[in-house]
C-alpha cells in the first residue's frame, strides 16, 4: 500500500508540471492518465483538450471555474455518463467533441439544453444503436457542424433538428449500418458528408436520398460499393446535388471512369476527388462521354498503385472531359496529352505536377507536334511543375488563341534569347515569379500582357525593347537584384510598379518621369543609403504620405517599409526621419551663402598656391627645419649608438623594388647622400631565417624607412616589419620611423591588421614623393637631414 501511494505521489509530482506549462487560454492535458478533471484549471483558458484519459464521467461542477471557456475535446475518455448540468458554468462553449467514447442513447443527451451557443458538435464513433435525436438537439439553433453515428438510421430520427439550418452535416457509417428510406428528410442541412471508415458502400438508398436533399455530398474513406453511386446517378438525371465530392478513397480505374461517366450524365456541375488511389490502371483509352453540363472536375493527390498501364490512355481519359474547367494538381503526372478533338475546357489547373517541357506535345517520326485543340482555354496554371525553357513552352502553348491569364510561376525556367517565342496574342495576365529569369525575358513576353509578375528572379536591369508593351500596367519585380528605378519608356501605361527587396540604395527619382500614368511604386525593404543622393526619394516619400505628390503617386508600405542602411550611424532609420541639411547637398547653395569678397580672397590665394605650388614647398620645409632641429636638440651618447651599423633599414614592397634600387638608394647611399643603408638583398644573411634577419636588420639600424604603396599593404612580410620596428620605436624614440609615400594611399585601403600604420600617419608628418621632377632635390635633401647621424666606423672585416 505504501508502494502505491508512493508512486501516485511521484507521478503527480511528474504531471503537475506539465499542466503548469500549459497557456492560460490553452489548456493540453490530453494524455495524462486523468480519471477526472482537475479542479485547479486556470478560469481565464478558452480552450481544452481532456482527450485520451479515462474520465468516465462528467458531473456538474466540473467545468465551473471556467466560464470563458470555447473549445472542449473530451474525445477517446470512454465517457459512459454526462450529467443534466454538466456545461451550466460555459455559456460560452461553441465546438464540443464527444467522439470515440461510450454513450448509449442520442434520445437522452440532456446536457444539450445548457449548450445553446454550440456551432460544431461531435459524437461519432460512440456506442448509439438508434439515430434518434432527443428533444435536446433542437435547442442546438446555432449549430453549423454536426457529426453523427448509429447503428441504424429511422424514419422521424431528425424531427428535432428539422428547424436547426445546418451548414454541414457529417454521418459516420459502418458495413453494419442500417436505413430506412426518406429519413434525411427532416434534414436541413447545405451539405452531408458520409463517412465509410475505411468500409465499402452498401446503402443505395442512403446515396440516393442525399442525392435527393442535400446540394452538396461528399464520400470519404471508402474502399469499394460505388456501384451504389454509379447506380443512383443513374436512375435520376436530374438530381439536386450541385457537387459531388470524394475524399481519402481507394478505387479502380473501371469504377473511376464509369463513376465519372454516370456523372457527365446528370446535372451535377462539381466533380472533385482528393487523396485517391487509383487501381488495376488501363493499357488502351477509355470510352468517354462526349458532352455534358458539368462545369468543373478536380482531382488533387492522386496516387497509382499499378507498375505496367499506358500512361497515355489515363491522360487522355482526363485531357478530352467535356467540362469547363478541369484540374489536376499535387499529383506527379509528367506528361498531358493534347485533346482528340476542340476541348470546350475554359480553365485548365495542373499546378505542383511533375510536368515536362514536352506538355501537350507529341512526335510524330522526328518532328514535334504541337496542340491546336486547346483554342478555347483562357486560363492555365502550371505552378510548380519541371519546365525549364521559356522558349519551348511558348511554342507549347502557341495554338491557345483564347489564352487570357498564364501563371508559369516556381518553375526552373531559363531564357538565354536566342530563340523567338511564340505567344498567343491575347495574354493579358502573366505569372513568371519564382524561377531563375535573367534580364533577357523582357525579350520573351506577349506584347499584349496587362499584368506581369516577375518577382523573385535574377533580374539586374530592365533591358531596352524592339517593341514597347503598350498595354503593361502592372509589373512586379519584387525580390530581384534591381539597383535603381527602371525607365518606362517602353511601358507608357503603366499604373503599378512593386520594387521590393531589390537592390535600390538610392533610386533616381528622374526615372519616374518617364512614367506618366504611375499611380502606385513600392520600393520598401532595399537597402537604402541616407547619403545626399536620397534627398529627393524621400522627398517622394513625404509627398506620398500626404498626398501632396504632384502626379498623385502613392508610394506603398511607406514610411514603416522604408530604412537607412547606412551610414552605420543611422542603420535601421526611418527615411522620413532621416534629414540632411540641402546646403551640405548642394555647392551652389554652399558657395551662395559666403560673401563675395571672402569668395575672392580664397580663390586668389588658392590660385596662386596652385601655381607656386607654395603648400608643398612649406610643408618639406617645415619639416627640414625640423628634422635640423632635432639632430641639433637630441646628443646622442656614444653608448647610445653601440652596435647600430647602419642609418636606416628600408622596408618595401617587391613591386616598388624598382624606385628604391634607382632612386632611393643612389641618393642617399652615393656620394651626395653618404649613408649607410640596409636592405634585404645586400645585407640579409644566408643561412639564417627571413624573420631572423629582418630583427637583426632592425636592431643594426638607427632608424627604419618604409615606402608606403598599395601593394606594401598587402605584403606579410612588411606587415611583420613595421611591427618589429613599432617596437623599435618604443625603447628608442619617436623618430625611429619614417614613413615615405610613394603613391596616395586612402586610409580605407588599409587593412585593419595595420591599426599602428594608420595611427602613425594620422599623428605623424610623412614625407611623399613629389611627380614633379623639380621638387625631388628637396624631398632627398629631408630625407636625408631626417637620416643623418653620425655613427661609428664599422669593421668590415668584422
Not at 453549423?144 to 459516420?172: M, P, Y
Not at 458495413?175 to 426518406?182: I, K, L, W
Not at 503603366?494 to 533616381?508: R, Y
Not at 624606385?659 to 647611399?669: F, H, P, R
Request: hydrophobic share 40%.
Amino acid at each position: 500500500m505504501m508502494a502505491l501511494a508512493g508512486f501516485l505521489w511521484a507521478a503527480a509530482i511528474l504531471v503537475s508540471p506539465q499542466t503548469c506549462a500549459s497557456s492560460d487560454n490553452v489548456v493540453d492535458l490530453s494524455s495524462r492518465n486523468l480519471s477526472s478533471v482537475p479542479s485547479d484549471l486556470p478560469h481565464t483558458a478558452t480552450e481544452l483538450d481532456l482527450s485520451c484519459n479515462h474520465i468516465h464521467q462528467l458531473h456538474k461542477g466540473d467545468f465551473k471555474s471556467m466560464s470563458l471557456l470555447q473549445f472542449l475535446n473530451m474525445s477517446w475518455n470512454g465517457l459512459e455518463l454526462i450529467e443534466a448540468e454538466t456545461f451550466v458554468d460555459t455559456p460560452l462553449l461553441d465546438n464540443l467533441d464527444l467522439s470515440h467514447n461510450l454513450l448509449r442513447n442520442l434520445s437522452d443527451q440532456q446536457y444539450l439544453s445548457h449548450t445553446r451557443n454550440l456551432r460544431v458538435m461531435n459524437l461519432a464513433r460512440n456506442k448509439f444503436l438508434n439515430m434518434t435525436l432527443g428533444r435536446e438537439f433542437s435547442f442546438l439553433e446555432k449549430v453549423e457542424k454536426l457529426t453523427l453515428e448509429a447503428k441504424a438510421i429511422s424514419l422521424g430520427d431528425f424531427k428535432n433538428i428539422a428547424k436547426v439550418k445546418l451548414h454541414c452535416l457529417t454521418i459516420s457509417l459502418d458495413e453494419t449500418f442500417a436505413y430506412e428510406a426518406t429519413s434525411l428528410m427532416d434534414i436541413h442541412a447545405k451539405r452531408i458528408q458520409l463517412d465509410l471508415n475505411g468500409g465499402q458502400i452498401i446503402q443505395s438508398d442512403l446515396i440516393a436520398d442525399a442525392f435527393s436533399y442535400f446540394v452538396e455530398v461528399e464520400v470519404k474513406n471508402v474502399t469499394g460499393g460505388y456501384k451504389h453511386i454509379k447506380t443512383r446517378l443513374g436512375e435520376k438525371p436530374k438530381i439536386s446535388t450541385f457537387s459531388l465530392s470524394t475524399s481519402n478513397i481507394v478505387i479502380e480505374w473501371k469504377d473511376l471512369t464509369e463513376l465519372v461517366n454516370a456523372t457527365l450524365r446528370t446535372s451535377i456541375a462539381q466533380l472533385s476527388a482528393t487523396e485517391i488511389v487509383i487501381e488495376n490502371l488501363p493499357y488502351i483509352d477509355t470510352i468517354l462521354k462526349g458532352t455534358s453540363s458539368m462545369q468543373s472536375f478536380t482531382v488533387k493527390q492522386a496516387v497509382v498503385n499499378s507498375f505496367f498501364f499506358s500512361q497515355e490512355a489515363v491522360y487522355n481519359f482526363f485531357i478530352n472531359l467535356p467540362v469547363k474547367h478541369c484540374a489536376i494538381v499535387e499529383t506527379s503526372l509528367i506528361h498531358m496529352t493534347c485533346p482528340k478533338h476542340q476541348s470546350p475546357i475554359l480553365d485548365l489547373d495542373f499546378s505542383y505536377c511533375a510536368l515536362a517541357d514536352s506538355i501537350f506535345s507529341r512526335f510524330e517520326g522526328q518532328e514535334t507536334v504541337e496542340c491546336e485543340t486547346l483554342s478555347n482555354v483562357k486560363k492555365l496554371s502550371l505552378v510548380g511543375n519541371n519546365l525549364k525553357n521559356l522558349q519551348v513552352v511558348s511554342k507549347r502553348l502557341q495554338y491557345m488563341k483564347s489564352l487570357q491569364h498564364l501563371d508559369l510561376s516556381i518553375n526552373s525556367l531559363m531564357y538565354d534569347g536566342s530563340s523567338k517565342c511564340r505567344w498567343p496574342s491575347n495574354i493579358t495576365l502573366m505569372n513568371l515569379s519564382s524561377g531563375g529569369l535573367t534580364d533577357d525575358v523582357f525579350k520573351c513576353l506577349p506584347i499584349g500582357v496587362e499584368t506581369l509578375d516577375l518577382q523573385n528572379n535574377q533580374i539586374s536591369v530592365i533591358p531596352s525593347l524592339i517593341h514597347k508593351m503598350e498595354n503593361l500596367s502592372s509589373l512586379n519585380l519584387t525580390g530581384n537584384r534591381l539597383r535603381d528605378l527602371p525607365v518606362c519608356v517602353d511601358f507608357p501605361q503603366m499604373t503599378e510598379l512593386l520594387l521590393g527587396l531589390n537592390s535600390l540604395h538610392a533610386p533616381t527619382v528622374n526615372h519616374l518621369s518617364h512614367c506618366p500614368n504611375l499611380k502606385i511604386l513600392d520600393a520598401s525593404y532595399n537597402p537604402f543609403t541616407c547619403t545626399c543622393p536620397l534627398r529627393h526619394f524621400i522627398r517622394l516619400g513625404i509627398q506620398s504620405e500626404y498626398e501632396r505628390s504632384p502626379s498623385g503617386l502613392t508610394l506603398r508600405n511607406w514610411p514603416e517599409g522604408y530604412h537607412c542602411i547606412y551610414p552605420e550611424e543611422v542603420r535601421d532609420l526611418m527615411l522620413e526621419s532621416f534629414w540632411i541639411p540641402e546646403i551640405s547637398c548642394s555647392a551652389s547653395l554652399l558657395a551662395a551663402t559666403i560673401l563675395v569678397p571672402s569668395v575672392a580672397l580664397i580663390v586668389t590665394i588658392f590660385v596662386l598656391c596652385r601655381r607656386l605650388d607654395i603648400p608643398w614647398y612649406m610643408g618639406m620645409i617645415w619639416q627640414w627645419t625640423r628634422a635640423k632641429h632635432r639632430a641639433r636638440m637630441r646628443q646622442l651618447r656614444p653608448e647610445d649608438l653601440v652596435g647600430i651599423e647602419f642609418h636606416a633599414f628600408v622596408s618595401y614592397s617587391q613591386h616598388d623594388a624598382d624606385w628604391v634600387k634607382n632612386s632611393l638608394l643612389i641618393n642617399l647611399e652615393g656620394p651626395a647622400g653618404g649613408l649607410r643603408i640596409c636592405h634585404h638583398e645586400k645585407d640579409f644573411v644566408p643561412g639564417k631565417t627571413i624573420m631572423e634577419n629582418i630583427i637583426t636588420c632592425l636592431e643594426k639600424s638607427r632608424r627604419s624607412v618604409f615606402v608606403l604603396s598599395a601593394h606594401f599593404v598587402k605584403s606579410e612580410w612588411c606587415h611583420y616589419e613595421l611591427y618589429f620596428a613599432s617596437h623599435q620605436r618604443l625603447s628608442q624614440g619617436l623618430d625611429s620611423i619614417v614613413l615615405v609615400l610613394l603613391e596616395p594611399l586612402p586610409q580605407y585601403l588599409i587593412p585593419s591588421k595595420y591599426y599602428q600604420l594608420k595611427s602613425m600617419m594620422n599623428r605623424h608628418t610623412y614625407l611623399e614623393w613629389p611627380q614633379d621632377k623639380a621638387k625631388h632635390r628637396l624631398f632627398w635633401a629631408n630625407l636625408r637631414a631626417a637620416l643623418q647621424t653620425d655613427l661609428p666606423v664599422v669593421d668590415k672585416e668584422e
